[in-house]
């Protein structure tokens, strides 16, 4: 599949959002929205410089000289998209074409900021137009739940780097290292192994720290029968791999066995009842439900998994107060786990796509307890 047919598809099911709902024109500003429109990969980054301007005759990007070129290049001939770098202000220049597309109403996403949105009412009422603002409400978030096939094949390439990054962190762990330098390794070996970027601040969490599911690396220093809960993913293509292993440094304790092989039950019972169209907050029920007849239930207290794709927590979301369905195609995580304060954590993560029988996992890593050291 080509970007520019990417582009025109997803710009399809946008316009027939916008004929259902009455919509004359839409803006975008998220960065995650506009890089899934657009097609275009590795262009952006954290600057707030980019507007999608869509009504049902056009779709205009208005970007700066820094972007420009690499818009232009990354979403290749025949692109739906007319790029420019007028030197305006992005309230104007949406004005501007609100007023040219005779647009009376413009929906918005729900992500947009208060001060944009300020600005953007001033350059209307200044261009003496007249429209009315309505609130998308999470339907682009629906939108790129399903991924095609050339979002999956990123998604696999940055999971492939990612199990050959825990490989090698299995063979590089043992006492005496600090968990910063288990995370510089980790990165280090992703990023000059084909990683684009870090999905996120890898989480190295050793002993008692691992008791903390978002715990930061820090100083201390791994010792023989420390667990290690480890999560971490490579980025490509703008795209994400998410996964969580936790590794025991020697060999297990009775209780460190007893928790893990309770935490993988819950995994891998989730991970085959999942089916498309099933509820995220009923799977995460299933797994409350093992882990607290296992008689944990007190330790378990985040959910089951969330979405994975442009960004690293996305639709459809897993867990108790989810209201998402699962439909096919989409991509999530599935990753319960135990936490024990003074003592240790444990936490089993893969991420895969449901399929039209159920989930298939991305991740290829096994579920063993790695032993190291």
């Not at 239930?297 to 690293?312: A, M, P, S, T, W």
């Not at 991509?331 to 003592?343: C, M, R, S, W």
Request: glycine residues 10%; charged residues 25%.
């Amino acid at each position: 599949m080509t970007v520019p047919t990417s582009a025109y598809r997803r710009l399809g099911q946008l316009r027939e959002l916008m004929a259902r709902r009455g919509y004359d024109a839409v803006v975008l500003r998220d960065l995650a929205d506009i890089r899934w429109f657009s097609c275009a990969a590795r262009v952006l980054d954290d600057e707030d410089a980019h507007t999608l301007f869509v009504s049902g005759e056009g779709a205009w990007l208005h970007t700066d000289s820094r972007y420009f070129g690499a818009f232009v290049q990354a979403m290749g001939e025949g692109s739906p998209f007319a790029v420019d770098m007028e030197d305006t202000t992005h309230p104007a220049w949406v004005a501007r074409h609100i007023v040219q597309a005779r647009a009376r109403v413009v929906a918005v996403e729900d992500t947009l900021s208060l001060g944009f949105y300020g600005k953007l009412s001033a350059a209307v009422d200044q261009a003496s137009a007249a429209c009315l603002f309505a609130q998308l409400h999470g339907d682009i978030a629906r939108m790129r739940m399903v991924k095609d096939a050339d979002e999956l094949e990123l998604l696999r390439r940055a999971q492939c780097i990612t199990d050959e990054a825990f490989a090698h962190i299995c063979t590089f762990i043992r006492p005496g290292l600090t968990e910063l330098q288990i995370r510089a390794e980790l990165e280090g070996y992703m990023l000059a192994h084909g990683a684009h970027a870090l999905s996120f601040d890898s989480i190295v969490a050793s002993g008692p720290n691992g008791a903390n599911p978002h715990a930061r690396p820090g100083e201390r220093v791994v010792e023989r029968g420390d667990l290690i809960v480890i999560d971490f993913g490579a980025g490509y293509g703008d795209y994400h791999a998410d996964m969580t292993r936790t590794v025991c440094v020697g060999s297990p304790s009775a209780e460190q066995r007893k928790v893990y092989d309770i935490v993988r039950r819950a995994h891998e019972a989730c991970a085959k009842a999942a089916r498309p169209g099933m509820g995220g907050k009923e799977l995460h029920a299933l797994s409350q439900r093992i882990i607290a007849e296992a008689g944990y239930g007190d330790y378990y207290k985040h959910g089951l998994g969330h979405g994975v794709g442009i960004q690293i927590h996305e639709h459809p979301r897993v867990g108790a107060r989810s209201t998402d369905v699962l439909p096919q195609g989409s991509v999530f995580t599935i990753e319960p786990g135990i936490y024990l304060p003074g003592k240790f954590g444990i936490r089993l993560e893969d991420f895969g796509v449901m399929g039209e029988h159920g989930f298939e996992p991305i991740t290829q890593s096994a579920h063993d307890l790695a032993c190291v050291g």
